[in-house]
């Protein structure tokens, strides 16, 4: 049940109440960020955000933490181009302590100019660490060549000349001019009753001063008239680039259709680019397209991540689907697919408290309206397949496009292949874009059999089942969703020096095909019935797990069994897996804190498993067969060695029969024991 109202101090409240767990989330949304400051203060909103934990009129130095991590409480903020998020997720009986300390960090930090000046140093460290992370690097780069002059281009996290220098006078004008009850809303979300929060919430939230917001009037960015192109040398190993051009605010009437035509292009293994220049190629470490459509105008990007010898290869397959697109081949079904999704993005959005309180607050901050999803979701039921082509060429003109990379390779290799690029895109937009489109269709909407009756609260079930495992069930039916786990000891513990990483390698190819589909076959069926499937494997235990919707149990679950028993493996998709595996092996000096991390590994446990990377290395890699990673999975999956838990809305009759049934395929076996070594720590032995 959702609540909207408001206080005498202009505080926006939304209250959501879920009884699933005894748990809430408290969160305070403030619509001021990075794109709302002026030049000589870049990043204060990101500065603000460290230091409104440092301390208030009520609370010194740390108290603020203590007390919620005393509380088993989390605490955490962010900041982004609009808006700046402050949230804590706590057990419901220490409710009124998390709206106790969101209220002092909002209406009464301190601002005292010592821990101003030691938390400078803070930030300025991780302004210094984004330079060493290439998502980071890549993603600055495609925004600063996207906006020219409005400050999307400027990074969230700020300069760290500004840092150094801003005063606490300074910090405490920004804060009382945007920091005001009438810029927030707070959202509570989680097992609690509003008859007695309400009071609570008034009680620690309406003498909160109702400072003036002052208007802050962002600068407009001038229009484009020619592509853009910047190549940012670094020294990674691996490269990225992205091909963006700008779109409407997220409230424009093209927005909807903007968003289904990126899914088509690159959001599920079924779509175009990830299903051919991925999974069939495997060309890329990962592609995706999104759109980022924030309060002003944002972005349509196509991401990727791959070795920079592939770049042009690459390249011309996204030239390949945008042609496809833009030419007016989009098919009924794969808008249904992205339609679907979408909506149950919504679905699966409320597994948590927190997911809630996002969900709930994205919406509030966009449009005021909380509940706008469901307003959404009806637009997009209208858009047809002429609309998303429409949009496309209306958006993606070649006059547009900005290309933006960082990669290790020569520039004056790499430039002229997107030049190319660009050349050959705008040639391929002029032949297609006078293409006459057929009538757009829409997918029929299709009617959910599955209801939701009041919310069920159980206990944790175990069931020995005559097939030998041990399966765990809770039952709560609050979200028409359920999760099935199953997991078998072993993992890293069951390697040895000669296959190091096999398990690893088995948890990448696992979710490939089944014994009667193929891997393409395998992720439409996953995308007709929306679940979702992935391996893990770690250093004690290997295995799969699904989340699907409650209306396919049956399905799902059996898809899910097909998956986990497969005893076929394609030796194409291995050669794939082992190439990336590889890439990725190469590609550690990227990541100074896995290293770090192994290197600590490697000095607890000499001589144990626990030593090993999960990844594995090259020598190790490199001799792995198929018949090698079907005996390993085979070696963990025997009765006695697994455990299966299923959680969520399910028809617990139906799903243990059908659970009893498919594991009859599972071998007999003892539970998995390895001996090693005791392993013994060294201490100092002298007192003092």
Same mark, same amino acid.
């Not at 748990?23 to 619509?31: D, E």
């Not at 919504?346 to 597994?351: D, F, G, I, N």
């Not at 209306?394 to 290309?403: A, G, Q, R």
């Given at each position: 049940?959702l609540?909207?109202?408001q206080l005498?101090?202009g505080?926006?409240?939304v209250l959501?109440?879920?009884n699933k767990?005894? !748990?809430v989330s408290?969160?305070?949304?403030?619509?001021?960020?990075?794109a709302d400051?002026?030049?000589?203060?870049e990043?204060?909103?990101?500065f603000?955000?460290?230091?409104v934990?440092?301390?208030?009129?009520k609370y010194?130095?740390?108290?603020?933490?203590?007390k919620v991590?005393?509380?088993?409480g989390?605490?955490n903020?962010?900041?982004? #181009?609009d808006?700046?998020v +402050?949230?804590? @997720?706590?057990s419901k009986e220490?409710t009124?302590?998390?709206?106790d300390?969101?209220?002092?960090?909002?209406?009464y930090?301190?601002?005292d100019?010592?821990?101003i000046?030691?938390?400078?140093?803070?930030v300025?460290e %991780?302004?210094k660490?984004?330079n060493?992370?290439?998502?980071?690097?890549a993603?600055?780069?495609?925004?600063?060549?996207v906006?020219?002059?409005?400050?999307y281009?400027?990074?969230?996290?700020?300069?760290d =000349?500004?840092?150094k220098?801003v005063?606490?006078?300074?910090i405490k004008e920004y804060?009382?001019?945007?920091?005001s009850?009438?810029?927030?809303t707070l959202?509570?979300t989680?097992d609690f009753?509003?008859?007695?929060?309400?009071?609570?919430?008034?009680?620690h939230?309406?003498?909160i001063?109702?400072y003036?917001v002052?208007?802050?009037k962002r600068?407009?960015?001038?229009?484009?008239?020619t592509?853009r192109? %910047?190549?940012?040398?670094?020294k +990674?190993?691996e490269s990225?680039?992205?091909?963006s051009?700008?779109v409407?605010h997220?409230?424009?009437?093209?927005?909807?259709?903007?968003d289904l035509?990126?899914a088509?292009?690159?959001?599920?293994?079924t779509?175009?680019?990830?299903? @051919?220049i991925?999974?069939e190629?495997?060309?890329?470490?990962f592609?995706?397209?999104s759109?980022y459509?924030?309060?002003?105008?944002?972005l349509?990007?196509i991401s990727a991540?791959?070795?920079?010898?592939?770049?042009?290869?690459?390249?011309?397959?996204?030239l390949?689907?945008?042609?496809?697109?833009?030419?007016?081949?989009?098919?009924?079904?794969?808008?249904?697919?992205a339609?679907? $999704?979408?909506?149950?993005?919504?679905?699966?959005?409320?597994?948590t408290?927190?997911?809630?309180? $996002?969900? !709930?607050g994205?919406?509030?901050f966009?449009?005021?309206?909380?509940e706008?999803?469901?307003?959404? $979701?009806?637009?997009?039921? /209208?858009?047809t397949?002429?609309?998303v082509?429409?949009?496309?060429?209306?958006y993606l003109?070649?006059?547009?496009i900005?290309v933006s /990379?960082?990669? $290790?390779?020569?520039?004056?290799?790499?430039?002229?292949?997107?030049?190319?690029?660009v050349k050959?895109?705008?040639?391929?937009?002029?032949s297609?874009k006078?293409?006459?489109?057929a009538?757009?269709?829409?997918?029929?909407?299709?009617?959910s059999t599955?209801?939701?009756?009041?919310?069920?609260k159980s206990?944790?079930?175990?069931? =020995?089942?005559k097939?030998?495992?041990?399966?765990? *069930?809770y039952?709560t039916?609050?979200?028409p969703? #359920?999760?099935v786990?199953l997991?078998?000891?072993g993992?890293?513990r069951?390697?040895v020096?000669?296959?190091?990483?096999?398990?690893?390698?088995l948890?990448?190819v696992w979710?490939?095909?089944?014994n009667?589909l193929?891997?393409?076959e395998?992720h439409?069926?996953?995308?007709?019935?929306?679940?979702?499937?992935s391996?893990f494997?770690?250093r004690n235990s290997?295995?799969?797990?699904?989340t699907?919707?409650?209306?396919t149990?049956?399905?799902?679950?059996?898809?899910y069994f097909d *998956?986990? #028993?497969?005893?076929k493996?394609?030796?194409?998709?291995?050669?794939?897996e082992?190439?990336?595996t590889?890439?990725? *092996?190469?590609?550690?000096?990227?990541n100074?804190s896995h290293?770090a991390?192994?290197? +600590?590994?490697?000095?607890m446990?000499p001589?144990h498993?626990?030593? +090993?990377?999960?990844?594995?290395?090259?020598?190790?890699?490199?001799p792995?067969?198929?018949e090698?990673?079907l005996? #390993?999975?085979k070696q963990h999956?025997?009765?006695?060695?697994i455990?299966i838990?299923?959680v969520?809305?399910?028809?617990?009759?139906?799903a243990i029969?059908?659970?009893e049934s498919r594991?009859?395929?599972?071998?007999k076996?003892?539970?998995?024991?390895r001996?090693?070594?005791?392993?013994?720590?060294?201490?100092?032995?002298e007192?003092?």
């Amino acid at each position: 049940m959702l609540q909207k109202y408001q206080l005498r101090n202009g505080l926006k409240i939304v209250l959501v109440q879920n009884n699933k767990a005894p !748990v809430v989330s408290v969160q305070a949304w403030v619509k001021t960020g990075s794109a709302d400051e002026v030049k000589g203060i870049e990043g204060i909103s990101h500065f603000i955000e460290h230091l409104v934990f440092k301390g208030s009129e009520k609370y010194g130095v740390g108290e603020i933490a203590q007390k919620v991590e005393g509380a088993g409480g989390q605490l955490n903020a962010y900041t982004s #181009f609009d808006q700046t998020v +402050f949230y804590i @997720t706590i057990s419901k009986e220490f409710t009124g302590t998390a709206l106790d300390m969101i209220s002092q960090m909002m209406g009464y930090p301190t601002f005292d100019p010592k821990e101003i000046d030691n938390e400078r140093e803070v930030v300025i460290e %991780e302004i210094k660490r984004s330079n060493d992370s290439l998502s980071r690097v890549a993603s600055q780069n495609m925004f600063s060549t996207v906006f020219k002059k409005h400050p999307y281009g400027i990074p969230v996290i700020g300069y760290d =000349k500004v840092v150094k220098t801003v005063s606490a006078k300074k910090i405490k004008e920004y804060y009382n001019a945007r920091y005001s009850p009438k810029n927030m809303t707070l959202i509570v979300t989680g097992d609690f009753e509003s008859k007695k929060l309400k009071p609570e919430i008034k009680q620690h939230f309406e003498k909160i001063p109702a400072y003036r917001v002052k208007t802050i009037k962002r600068v407009k960015e001038p229009a484009q008239k020619t592509p853009r192109l %910047e190549v940012k040398n670094t020294k +990674f190993q691996e490269s990225r680039f992205q091909l963006s051009w700008k779109v409407p605010h997220a409230m424009h009437k093209d927005t909807p259709a903007l968003d289904l035509m990126s899914a088509i292009l690159g959001q599920s293994e079924t779509s175009r680019m990830i299903k @051919t220049i991925k999974n069939e190629k495997g060309l890329v470490q990962f592609i995706f397209s999104s759109t980022y459509t924030p309060i002003d105008e944002g972005l349509f990007s196509i991401s990727a991540g791959l070795d920079a010898a592939n770049i042009k290869q690459v390249l011309d397959e996204v030239l390949i689907s945008l042609k496809s697109l833009l030419s007016g081949e989009v098919e009924v079904g794969e808008l249904k697919t992205a339609i679907t $999704n979408f909506e149950n993005e919504e679905v699966y959005s409320k597994q948590t408290v927190d997911g809630i309180a $996002n969900h !709930v607050g994205h919406y509030m901050f966009l449009t005021g309206d909380p509940e706008y999803s469901k307003k959404l $979701n009806k637009k997009m039921r /209208a858009i047809t397949t002429k609309d998303v082509i429409a949009v496309a060429r209306k958006y993606l003109k070649p006059d547009l496009i900005c290309v933006s /990379a960082a990669t $290790n390779a020569e520039t004056k290799k790499v430039e002229p292949l997107f030049k190319a690029f660009v050349k050959d895109y705008k040639k391929m937009y002029n032949s297609v874009k006078g293409v006459r489109l057929a009538v757009g269709k829409k997918p029929k909407k299709e009617a959910s059999t599955f209801k939701i009756g009041e919310l069920k609260k159980s206990k944790v079930e175990k069931i =020995k089942l005559k097939s030998g495992p041990e399966l765990l *069930i809770y039952e709560t039916n609050d979200v028409p969703l #359920f999760h099935v786990q199953l997991a078998a000891l072993g993992g890293a513990r069951q390697e040895v020096d000669s296959n190091m990483g096999i398990g690893s390698m088995l948890s990448n190819v696992w979710v490939s095909g089944t014994n009667k589909l193929t891997e393409a076959e395998l992720h439409q069926k996953l995308e007709d019935i929306s679940a979702s499937v992935s391996a893990f494997s770690g250093r004690n235990s290997i295995g799969l797990k699904m989340t699907s919707l409650s209306k396919t149990q049956d399905e799902a679950l059996n898809l899910y069994f097909d *998956i986990l #028993f497969t005893n076929k493996l394609e030796q194409s998709v291995l050669e794939r897996e082992r190439l990336q595996t590889l890439i990725s *092996i190469k590609n550690r000096v990227d990541n100074p804190s896995h290293l770090a991390s192994q290197k +600590f590994m490697e000095m607890m446990f000499p001589s144990h498993p626990y030593s +090993f990377d999960l990844e594995g290395k090259v020598a190790t890699i490199t001799p792995i067969t198929v018949e090698d990673i079907l005996n #390993f999975k085979k070696q963990h999956l025997v009765d006695q060695n697994i455990k299966i838990v299923l959680v969520g809305a399910v028809d617990k009759k139906r799903a243990i029969k059908l659970i009893e049934s498919r594991l009859k395929e599972v071998e007999k076996g003892e539970s998995f024991v390895r001996s090693y070594p005791p392993l013994h720590l060294e201490t100092n032995s002298e007192s003092h």
